[in-house]
């Protein structure tokens, strides 16, 4: 596609529950990011991909939270047992490697936690 | 790890200049960017430094001084459109090339 994609834009869910987040990049990028943005906030870094291998997780908050990429390509978050905290917006962002260029990022997935 | 400071807010007057400044450690400086984001959108690339000096892109110019930890972003000729957050970003080589960024400061342009 033209840019990325994320997807769902918005996701209500309770506490407990089990939430994924999809970032489809922008093809042939092969440097794929994650973060979380709360509100009056910068992004907050969780994890980044090179190709299909995480490259850095150290920025997940604990063990709730998983992502992948298996085919170097399309990445999927997820959260388990959810909590009211994890309620932002979580942002995707893509580039063509990992040290050059800007990240091009998503509208974000507004996940809202009850 | 990786400490950015920049302004948490400013305000502004239409047609004016405005200077948003960042500093920042890193042990393995490898590029700054400039990001800006308006309301409830994401945030859109605006200018990257990696060499010091001062890079110009019409209105907008962004300075950088490797030696002191320092930029700035330059914003002339101020439009109402201006109003949002512009988020400051440093890659360091030594901490994986991730790109972190600062906390955002949210500029507001008054007529």
């Known amino acids: 596609g033209a840019g990325v994609s994320q997807t769902p834009s918005n996701k209500v869910t309770e506490k407990g529950k089990y939430v994924e987040l999809r970032c489809d990049p922008i093809?042939?990028?092969?440097?794929l990011y994650w973060y979380r943005q709360s509100l009056g906030q910068g992004p907050e870094f969780l994890i980044y991909?090179?190709?299909?291998?995480?490259?850095?997780d150290s920025g997940l908050p604990n063990d709730r939270f998983f992502a992948v990429r298996p085919e170097g390509s399309v990445s999927t978050l997820k959260i388990q047992r959810t909590e009211r905290g994890d309620s932002a917006v979580y942002l995707c962002?893509?580039?063509?490697?990992?040290?050059?260029?800007?990240?091009?990022f998503g509208e974000g997935s507004r996940l809202t936690v009850l | 790890g990786q400490n950015i400071d920049q302004p948490t807010e400013m305000t502004a007057t239409e047609g004016a200049i405005v200077q948003i400044n960042c500093t920042y450690q890193?042990?393995?400086?490898?590029?700054l960017f400039w990001y800006q984001q308006h309301a409830g959108e994401a945030p859109t690339f605006l200018s990257y430094?990696?060499?010091?000096g001062l890079e110009e892109k019409g209105r907008f110019s962004s300075f950088l001084s490797r030696s002191k930890g320092y930029s700035y972003l330059l914003l002339k000729e101020l439009q109402m459109k201006d109003s949002a957050s512009y988020l400051c970003?440093?890659?360091?080589?030594?901490?994986?090339?991730?790109?972190?960024f600062g906390t955002g400061t949210r500029l507001q342009v008054f007529p």
């Open positions: 962002a893509s580039s063509v490697d990992s040290n050059t260029g800007e990240l091009f």
């Open positions: 093809s042939g990028h092969t440097a």
């Open positions: 991909f090179q190709g299909t291998g995480a490259a850095d």
């Open positions: 890193t042990s393995g400086f490898n590029g």
């Open positions: 430094n990696v060499l010091d």
């Open positions: 970003a440093v890659r360091d080589v030594k901490n994986t090339d991730k790109l972190i």
